[in-house]
């Protein structure tokens, strides 16, 4: 079960195969390997990019087995 790596809520909506909305602070991300990738929804549209407001250690999935 993946969390939101922003707000690390569980209300995760899936838009696309392998692309992800969150319920609670409005970003789309996506998993790449062990990592998400964030993205902004602009008002156009378009998609930004919120890596930069993250560390590589909060992009990285927590397995939690
Ligand atoms: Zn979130």
């Not at 409005?26 to 890596?51: K, N, P």
């Amino acid at each position: 079960m993946l969390n939101c790596p922003n707000c690390h809520s569980k209300d995760i909506g899936k838009i696309a195969n392998n692309q992800y909305y969150c319920w609670s602070c409005f970003i789309e991300f996506a998993v790449e390997g062990d990592r998400y990738i964030t993205f902004q929804v602009e008002e156009d549209g378009s998609l930004s990019s919120l890596d930069d407001l993250f560390t590589e250690d909060e992009l990285r999935i927590q397995q939690s087995f």
